[in-house]
C-alpha cells in the first residue's frame, strides 16, 4: 500500500475483530482493503474478508493525524455502514502476565476471552490447509506471546499480577517459535502445560542454571 487508509477505510480496519481479524463492511470497502494488501478474501464458504499482515500492522499502529484522501469507490464519508467499533475503540489483548494495569476482570471480561478464543479456533479452521483446529495456525506462530497467553486465560488460568508472584506469566524467548512461561509453584506449571498441550502446542518443562527455577517452554505444533 503506498498511501494511507482514508478514514473509511481505518475505522473498518479497526472495527476488525480483535484475533482473526475478520472484517465486516460494504463490499467497496472490502474490495478497496484487497486492492491495496490490507486484506484478502477467503477462499471458502463463506468467503469472509480478512486483515492480511499489513493490514493488522496498520491497526497496531498509531495513526497519524493526517488530513484523510479522497475514498477510494466507498460512497462518501458515511459509507462505512455497518462496521462496529470493537470495544469503545480498545482492541482486545490476552494478559500475558505481569501487567500493571490488567484492566477489567468479572463476566464481562471472561466472554471477551471466550470470544476471542473461539474467534481463534475459527480463524484455525478457515486458514490451516486441511481446516483443522487442533493446532496453531499461521497467525499465532507470528504472535506467539498473546497466542499461548490467550490459550491459558481462556482455559480458566489466572495471570500473574504486577508482582509476578501469583498466575502465570507468558515470555518470548530468544529461540524462534517459542515462549517461556513461568509460575509460582509447579502445580500452575504442569496445569498450564497440560492446556496448552490440548490448545496444540508442544511443551517442555526446564530449570533456569542461574536461579533454578522451573518454568516450561512452548511452541506451536505444525502436524
Request: a positive charge; one cysteine or more.
Amino acid at each position: 500500500m503506498t498511501r494511507p487508509p482514508t478514514a473509511a477505510q481505518r475505522r473498518v480496519i479497526d472495527a476488525a475483530e480483535p484475533v482473526t481479524g475478520r472484517l465486516r463492511g460494504t463490499q467497496a470497502q472490502l474490495a478497496a482493503l484487497v486492492r491495496h494488501g490490507l486484506a484478502f478474501r477467503h477462499p471458502r464458504p463463506p468467503n469472509d474478508h480478512f486483515l492480511t499482515p499489513a493490514g493488522h500492522r496498520v491497526r497496531e499502529a498509531v495513526p497519524e493525524p493526517t488530513a484523510a484522501l479522497p475514498p477510494d469507490g466507498e460512497g462518501g464519508a458515511n459509507a462505512d455502514g455497518g462496521a462496529q467499533a470493537n470495544g469503545g475503540g480498545e482492541v482486545f489483548a490476552a494478559r500475558v502476565g505481569g501487567e500493571a494495569d490488567a484492566g477489567p476482570t468479572g463476566p464481562a471480561r471472561v466472554r471477551e476471552v471466550h470470544s476471542a478464543w473461539q474467534g481463534l479456533l475459527e480463524l484455525r479452521r478457515m486458514t490451516n490447509a486441511d481446516g483443522g483446529t487442533d493446532r496453531p495456525c499461521g497467525w499465532e506462530r507470528a504472535h506467539l506471546v498473546r497466542a499461548a497467553a490467550l490459550a491459558l486465560e481462556a482455559a480458566g488460568h489466572r495471570p500473574a499480577g504486577p508482582r509476578g508472584s501469583d498466575g502465570y506469566r507468558v515470555r518470548a524467548t530468544p529461540q524462534p517459535e517459542a515462549v517461556a512461561v513461568h509460575g509460582p509453584d509447579d502445580a500452575t506449571l504442569r496445569a498450564c502445560a497440560t492446556t496448552l498441550e490440548e490448545a496444540g502446542w508442544q511443551v517442555g518443562e526446564h530449570t533456569d542454571p542461574r536461579s533454578r527455577a522451573r518454568y516450561l517452554l512452548a511452541s506451536p505444533r505444525r502436524m
